[in-house]
T-cell receptor
């Protein structure tokens, strides 16, 4: 069975600095996607960034980028120039695309605090 | 465009009582998900619909939970009877298709069972 592990329950970063959130996963599948979701205190989760497993190039979305190490099964999120609005829970998620299951598995989340 | 709508936002009930949650996905989205999010945890899938069909309900506790998505649009998730351990946030999400690379989440319903 696939698993997603986020080993950092909480992280802090100074405003305008850079922070990296860690995520590891375990799978024997070759066809999958990885995602980072943000959940602000209002609870509505939004997609931050996604990565196709077959793509070697790391995904980037403005201040957000990932470091995807497929062999190591690692998928970290880097937030550059951190802003107060980045404070939230961040969830790493794995989606199996094998056999049309498209099932999402989420990690336990990392709470990010941004210090002014 | 309206996002995923859920109601109620909060619900407090006594154990053994029934409860129902309602979700209206984004217009045109064929895939609908119900998740349960326990405190301090990530969402866990309960059921996924493709139009009216429940294509993955392997994690739904069928002895007390039921769901329906009539006409392939809005959906209702029911718990009867509720237990103390059912206290959680129930999230609904939708996507155009299951293989679409973005789910859109609703604000969730926070259930407290006393």
């Amino acid at each position: 069975a696939q698993t997603v592990t986020q080993s950092q329950p909480e992280m802090s970063v100074q405003e305008a600095e850079t922070v990296t959130l860690s995520c590891t996963y375990d799978t024997s599948e070759s066809d999958y996607y990885l995602f980072w979701y943000k959940q602000p205190p209002s609870r509505q989760m939004i997609l931050v960034i996604r990565q196709e497993a077959y793509k070697q190039q790391n995904a980037t979305e403005n201040r957000f980028s990932v470091n995807f190490q497929k062999a190591a099964k690692s998928f970290s999120l880097k937030i550059s120039d951190s802003q107060l609005g980045d404070a939230a829970m961040y969830f790493c998620a794995y989606r199996s695309d094998s056999s049309g299951t498209y099932k999402y598995i989420f990690g336990t989340g990392t709470r990010l605090k941004v210090l002014a | 465009e309206a996002g995923v709508v859920q109601s109620p936002r909060y619900k407090i009930i006594e154990k053994k009582q029934p409860v129902a949650f309602w979700c209206n996905p984004i217009s045109g989205h064929n895939t609908l998900y119900w998740y349960r999010q326990n405190l301090g945890q990530g969402p866990e899938l309960l059921i996924r619909y493709e139009n009216e069909e429940a294509v993955d309900d392997s994690q739904l506790p069928k002895d007390r939970f039921s769901a329906e998505r009539l006409k392939g649009v809005d959906s209702t998730l029911k718990i009867q009877p509720a237990e103390l351990g059912d206290s959680a946030v129930y999230l609904c999400a939708s996507s155009l298709e299951a293989r679409d690379n973005e789910q859109f989440f609703g604000p969730g319903t926070r259930l407290t069972v006393l």
